[in-house]
């Protein structure tokens, strides 16, 4: 079983594709609920990358140095 934080660098140092075939592979189900949670969270970072004045218009949020 990988953990969540592991799963997590694979995703973002490898991509999906890597991820996804170790999923596949694996024997544990366990492996494939951790990947689901991490896809999950990796969409609401996403999400979250973005603000609204409006609830109309949406922006990216950028670091304003």
């Given at each position: 079983?990988?953990?969540d934080e592991h799963l997590m660098q694979c995703l973002m140092s490898y991509g999906?594709?890597?991820v996804q075939?170790?999923?596949?592979?694996s024997q544990d189900i366990q492996d494939a609920i951790d990947y689901?949670?991490?896809e999950r969270h990796v969409e609401v970072l996403k999400i979250t990358s973005?603000?609204?004045k409006?609830?109309?218009?949406?922006e990216k949020?950028?670091?304003?140095?």
């Open positions: 079983m990988i953990s999906r594709a890597t075939d170790f999923v596949t592979r689901i949670r991490t973005f603000v609204t409006d609830l109309v218009s949406f949020i950028t670091d304003s140095d």
